[in-house]
């Protein structure tokens, strides 16, 4: 097999041939350009296996470079250099679509584990797993699935927003399973589940003695994603004195556990994921806006199952067998007027409300067919036009309040002030409504 190829552009000589130096004892050759027209000739003229370059070039600088490249050489991936706390300009290149960056001075460390996953990109089969467990057939998800193939490529920070329910941790498992970290440690935190007193040494760990309690030295959960993922799921709802302390961790590529002196190297992806809008808690001073361009650099929008209601019977059939292989018996049949229901549905808990309803369903038909009436549905609208109504207009809208908000309780598990944030209201307003409607 011939060794993988590097190109290193870089107007300084010295830091070519220290490139050079550590990428020959990696058993990888390096061919070197001084300027970007001659790294475009090379690139023209051979195959290579990545591209090292500096930002700063005698003809232009590493970010005309990486767009050269995306039109030219789409699938090489493209590493910048960049100066000591530029984080503008690493910014920039991730959003061009640069796999990663690296600061000077370098970190020879540090350029060893990014060159080694750059490399398994472009020695990986082009197939990824991603296809089978992402079910839908719609145009929204086809777009879904392309995005996800582009962005695994790269290492740069994902931020992935949608209703509650549409399956974002799952895009972020495949993004993490179709790039080059698949075989490390996929770590998802819940930034709302955490009580805030606790937050800093769950992420980050602690010494043991460091305060009352650390009986024992601890791994937080960012290093125990060293080599792989860090999913930080809800993270609109992180502290702001957390927010800093992650923008430090995201910048500096280390970490300091609670009564630590010393900053620890990290190898880490951030994907984060939230239902709430960001750019508004910017706005409101909620969130910091140089951590919302960090963990921003790259935006997913998962759409809602009420966007894309041809894909109902799809999902529908899917989640029907695994519950029937669950329960070890055959699948049952979904009845035409039970799929016309489904389908006039708003779904506002989206796929995760699908597999509930049809959870319910299943344990209610009794037989092999779901009809309609398995499905116990209490939209307003899929009422009306089924012509239910029989008691009071009061009556019926009470029904219509009263799973709202049993909807919203068991999708923030039970946890009333979550609830009340996804239903807009008050957590007063919402603590008399349960007690009103009994459903304590």
Not at 383 to 401: F, H, K, R, V
Request: aromatic letters at 4%; hydrophobic letters at 40%; proline letters at 5%.
């Amino acid at each position: 097999m011939p060794k993988p190829v590097v190109l290193v552009v870089d107007d300084e000589p010295d830091i070519r041939e220290l490139l050079s130096i550590t990428l020959s004892k990696m058993e990888l050759e390096s061919k070197t350009a001084s300027d970007m027209a001659s790294a475009q000739k090379l690139l023209r003229a051979g195959h290579f296996d990545l591209c090292l370059t500096d930002m700063n070039l005698p003809d232009g600088n590493g970010l005309d470079l990486i767009e050269w490249i995306q039109v030219n050489v789409p699938l090489l991936p493209v590493a910048v250099i960049t100066a000591h706390g530029n984080v503008e300009s690493a910014v920039r290149a991730l959003k061009l679509g640069a796999f990663d960056f690296v600061s000077k001075p370098l970190d020879l460390a540090g350029l060893r584990k990014l060159v080694s996953s750059a490399i398994k990109i472009s020695s990986s089969d082009s197939d990824t797993i991603y296809g089978p467990r992402l079910l839908g057939q719609s145009q929204a998800m086809q777009h879904l699935r392309e995005t996800i193939a582009k962005v695994s490529r790269s290492q740069a920070p994902v931020h992935i927003y949608g209703e509650s329910g549409t399956g974002k941790e799952l895009v972020a498992q495949l993004i993490h399973e179709s790039g080059p970290r698949r075989d490390g440690p996929f770590v998802a935190v819940n930034c709302g589940a955490i009580p805030t007193e606790l937050m800093e040494s769950e992420l980050f760990g602690h010494k043991r003695g460091s305060f009352t309690g650390a009986v024992a030295d601890k791994k937080g959960m960012v290093q125990s994603a060293e080599g792989g993922t860090l999913f930080l799921d809800e993270v609109g709802d992180l502290p702001l004195h957390m927010q800093v302390k992650l923008l430090r961790v995201i910048q500096e590529k280390s970490v300091r556990p609670i009564g630590e002196q010393r900053e620890t190297p990290i190898d880490v992806r951030i994907l984060s994921a939230t239902h709430r809008n960001l750019s508004a808690l910017v706005a409101e001073g909620a969130f910091r806006e140089d951590l919302y361009y960090r963990v921003n650099v790259i935006e997913i929008r998962v759409p809602a199952l009420r966007e894309r209601p041809e894909d109902i019977p799809e999902l529908a059939e899917a989640v029907l067998r695994r519950l029937a292989r669950r329960s070890k018996v055959d699948p049952p049949v979904l009845e035409s007027d039970a799929l016309v229901a489904l389908s006039g549905y708003t779904f506002p808990g989206n796929v995760r409300e699908l597999e509930n309803i049809l959870e319910r369903a299943l344990a209610l038909s009794g037989g092999n067919g779901i009809a309609a009436g398995d499905l116990q549905l209490r939209d307003a609208s899929v009422a009306a036009a089924a012509g239910a109504g029989a008691g009071p207009l009061g009556e019926q809208l009470e029904e219509i309040e009263r799973d709202a908000i049993i909807k919203a309780l068991e999708q923030t598990r039970y946890n009333r002030t979550a609830a009340a944030k996804l239903l807009g209201v008050s957590f007063r307003a919402l603590r008399y409504r349960i007690k009103k409607l009994g459903i304590e």
